[in-house]
Every structure is written in C-alpha cells, then in structure tokens.
C-alpha cells in the first residue's frame, strides 16, 4: 500500500494511477507488464519522453523485489526496442531523480539521431521545460510504442 494514504486512499499520484491503470488512456499506459507502468511523460516538450514506474510503491532503486528488479531490466531493454523501432531513436537516455513525485520513477528518453548538439547528453533535460505535448500526440506515441514491443 502506498504509505501516502489517508483513508486507503492513496495520494501519491503514481500510485493514484497505479490503481485505475485498466481505465487510463493510452498515454498513460503504453503498457503495463511484470509489475511497471510505462506512460508517456505529461511535462515534456519532446515526442516519445516516457517515463517508466513500478505498480508498487517504493521510493527507491533499493527498494525493488530482486523480481521487480530483473523486470526492470527487460522493460528498459523492450521500451529501448521500441523507441528504435517506432520512433527511429538510435538508443536511449535514462534518469531517475524522484524528486517532485516520492514514488520511483525512470524517465526513459529517445535519443533521436538528429538530436540538436545543445541537447545532448545531460542537455537533454532542456525538453521539460515549455508547453508540453498535447493529449492526443502523446496519446499516439504511446500507441506506436506499445504497438512495438517486443514479444519474446
Ligand atoms: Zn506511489
């Protein structure tokens, strides 16, 4: 249960999703596989930002069950097929701060072939600020990545 709960209510809005992921829309669940969501971040200026979080709450990488801490590696590995794949990203970028929100969180970001110069590297971060994409767009590319995912 999420220690943020008041009433069994959880208020931790990873969590809060957590617990309707059948009903969220595409862009916030990508795909839901072996105990991580996957959803397409909601402040990012950048098409196919996604950002990954386990079902459970924990606030750290240590905190994970040893299952939860192999499906990680299985669902970055996928999630990078994907970006190659659907989006033609040549690989991915991968941050987790957990800061704002105290529920673990990785933000899995593809690193396009064309990516301007002063975005590279830890300039990447340059595309969280700005207007986000709208619902729709991110509702897409969430489509085209889960239409992607590896299968094996
Ligand atoms: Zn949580």
Not at 101 to 112: D, G, I, K, N, S
Not at 120 to 130: C, D, F, N, R, T
């Amino acid at each position: 249960m999420c220690p943020q709960s008041d009433n069994e209510q959880p208020t931790c809005p990873i969590c809060v999703k957590n617990e309707k992921a059948d009903t969220l829309p595409p862009r916030d669940r990508a795909v839901v596989v072996d105990g991580w969501r996957v959803a397409h971040d909601a402040r990012s200026t950048m098409r196919g930002w996604m950002v990954i979080a386990p079902m459970r709450h924990v606030e750290s990488l240590g905190e994970l069950s040893a299952a939860e801490s192999a499906s990680l590696g299985t669902v970055l590995r996928n999630l990078t097929q994907a970006m190659v794949s659907a989006l033609g990203a040549s690989r991915s970028y991968v941050l987790s701060f957990t800061e704002a929100v105290p529920h673990l969180h990785l933000h899995v970001v593809p690193r396009m072939p064309d990516l301007q110069h002063d975005r590279l590297g830890p300039g990447i971060i340059e595309y969280q600020a700005g207007p986000p994409l709208d619902e729709d767009t991110r509702d897409d590319i969430a489509g085209k990545i889960r239409s992607a995912w590896p299968t094996d």
